[in-house]
């Protein structure tokens, strides 16, 4: 190529990478930001009181058109959630209904007090994927977590649109998308659209799915507890079986002008083993009835209250 022509290809590339860093810059700031955001606690938040509910569904279909999904299990919890950061968490089962289709399944008589909590210090907000606990690191034997330090030799980050949200205070919130894009495929690796308060860093939405199935058995036979390990003729029974996420989706919401707390969560993933296909969806929603103050923690029942009361109002 003349020497004219390569002047000319590089004068327009120019103003192309000028575009480019400021980009790159303002992904970097973002992520840095979210980052300290994700492992500050806010001490302000002193107390909250929430209805909680959560709806979990197994469906099971065969591959192929032999017919739709049949729903075998389904379950669905109410509870009270009461946090104050003195006395920690206190949860009050409403109501629990649960279907099996699977013979021989009976649902228990005795009252499980367990139920999805929205906040409490050291979550993460990022729900499957993020653990129960906050975790900054890296670790190569577990899914990576986009905002994890180290997370850079995993993924691709971008800037997004941008929303603006106005307040019935008469101010406004801002919103910013970090996109994440895996720079290879890999079931510990996820891709998605996470949207961000501008001022404080704060999660406010995500949606992400996982960029490749889990090979069932490989995980299996790498199990630490050989015990834990399928016995080898299985696989060849059964078929190949692969777990997969399909689908993440949660939002929150903005409390006392300031408090980002959890108001969805919606999970979907599938089991395809042989000539089986197994769905699993998990809804979470939470409505709140007083946020930082004005929460009293009951007083605890007797022993043996919630087991009398679930052999009570339960049929079996």
Not at 124 to 140: H, K, N, S, Y
Not at 219 to 239: I, K, M, N, S
Not at 253 to 269: C, I, K, M, V, Y
């Amino acid at each position: 190529m003349p020497l004219r022509a390569l002047l000319a290809a590089a004068a327009l590339a120019l103003p192309a990478v000028a575009r480019a860093q400021p980009a790159l810059a303002a992904a970097a700031d973002l992520l840095a930001r979210a980052r300290a955001a994700r492992v500050a606690q806010d001490s302000a938040l002193r107390a909250y009181q929430a209805l909680s509910r959560e709806r979990v569904t197994a469906t099971l279909g065969v591959l192929g058109a032999l017919g739709p999904a049949r729903t075998i299990f389904r379950q669905e919890t109410a509870a009270r959630v009461r946090w104050t950061r003195e006395g920690g968490v206190d949860l009050e089962l409403l109501g629990r209904r649960r279907f099996s289709g699977v013979p021989g399944m009976r649902a228990d008589r005795e009252a499980v007090l367990d139920a999805p909590v929205p906040y409490y210090p050291g979550r993460d907000a990022l729900w499957i994927g993020g653990g129960r606990f906050v975790r900054t690191d890296v670790r190569d034997d577990e899914v990576v977590h986009p905002l994890a330090d180290g997370a850079e030799a995993y993924y691709a980050y971008a800037v997004g649109d941008s929303v603006r949200i106005g307040l019935p205070s008469g101010g406004a919130v801002r919103l910013r998308e970090l996109r994440v894009t895996p720079r290879r495929e890999g079931w510990r690796l996820s891709s998605g659209s996470f949207w961000f308060d501008e001022a404080t860093a704060q999660l406010v939405r995500a949606a992400y799915r996982a960029t490749a199935p889990v090979d069932v058995w490989d995980r299996a036979r790498d199990a630490e507890d050989p015990t834990q390990r399928p016995p080898r003729w299985l696989p060849w029974l059964v078929g190949p079986a692969r777990f997969e996420l399909r689908a993440v989706t949660l939002e929150h919401a903005l409390h006392e002008g300031r408090f980002w707390l959890p108001r969805a969560q919606f999970a979907d993933a599938g089991l395809d083993a042989g000539a089986s296909r197994i769905g699993l969806r998990i809804e979470q929603r939470f409505a709140y009835e007083a946020v930082d103050g004005g929460v009293v923690l009951p007083p605890p029942p007797p022993a043996g209250a919630a087991a009398l009361a679930a052999w009570r109002d339960s049929l079996v």
